[in-house]
């Protein structure tokens, strides 16, 4: 309250800035739960119970021959982790506190370092339950074998790109449409269940019903990175660049009805009637 303000260099503003969203990760990730071990945990089963719900489904369904060539259950989990990120992300950044949060009140705080907090600390589950569930796989069941695992991890990591672009722009509309924000970010989770492509190949498709997914930057993403994990899959109805330029054209989209937004809100819009 009675600190003296020290000019600071511009670096010493980034370290303090960086500092400040470690500490807001940290406080991100332990929201579900008190243990950070409990988080990930949670999140692993989560995962786990998705990958065999679709593996009882494909095998009732007799859906299994129509995969690719290779290990099923990787191609499951290639979809799965992608989804997940991808829609966690969306979710998180979405959820994260915005302009008339009352922890803006405080001097260092702002809606850069929620955004950065919610989208770094959901790619850190997502990463560390990735590695983890497949090291379990790897281990116990079936060796692991993805042709070329960087580019595999590259492409979700542009998942996790398009669900913090989105979710900026969710953030930026949430305090003048907060209903229909939550509506929004509902039925796009659910609806990405079929629409993302992580149920069927995509090269598999009639040219009608491509037309009707490659809206999705996810549908790209997870198609892609089926033809990095898998030796004999060469995707030809997607591509890498698309999602990387719906990222990028939403998030300065968001940024800039977030700017928007931040200027104008006001902190009764959050005050009960």
């Not at 506190?97 to 850069?112: I, L, R």
Request: aromatic residues 12%; proline residues 4%; hydrophobic residues 50%.
């Amino acid at each position: 309250m009675f600190q003296q303000r020290v000019p600071r260099t511009r670096l010493t503003s980034a370290i303090s800035i960086l500092e400040l969203i470690y500490h807001a990760s940290v406080h991100s990730i332990r929201k579900t739960h008190r243990n950070a071990v409990m988080s990930i945990a949670m999140n692993m089963l989560q995962a786990a119970i998705f990958v065999l719900s679709f593996y009882v489904m494909f095998e009732i369904l007799g859906l299994r021959g129509n995969t690719i060539r290779g290990d099923f259950l990787l191609y499951i989990m290639s979809g799965i982790f992608l989804y997940m990120t991808h829609v966690k992300t969306l979710g998180a950044v979405a959820g994260a506190e915005g302009s008339t949060a009352a922890m803006m009140n405080h001097a260092p705080m702002n809606t850069a370092v929620t955004i950065g907090a919610a989208a770094l600390s959901s790619l850190y589950i997502q990463t560390l339950s990735l590695f983890l569930i497949l090291f379990i796989y790897d281990v116990v069941f079936h060796p692991v074998e993805i042709e070329h695992p960087i580019l595999a991890y590259g492409m979700l990591l542009i998942s996790w790109f398009t669900g913090v672009a989105i979710g900026v722009v969710l953030l930026a509309i949430k305090p003048w449409a907060p209903t229909f924000v939550s509506i929004f970010t509902q039925i796009y989770q659910r609806a990405n269940m079929i629409a993302s492509g992580k149920m069927f190949v995509a090269n598999s498709l009639p040219a009608y019903m491509v037309a009707m997914f490659d809206w999705n930057p996810l549908f790209h993403t997870i198609d892609q990175c089926r033809g990095f994990v898998f030796l004999n899959y060469s995707p030809r109805n997607s591509s890498i660049e698309y999602p990387m330029y719906v990222g990028i054209a939403l998030i300065m989209i968001g940024l800039m009805g977030e700017f928007y937004t931040r200027r104008h809100a006001s902190l009764s819009w959050g005050a009960k009637r």
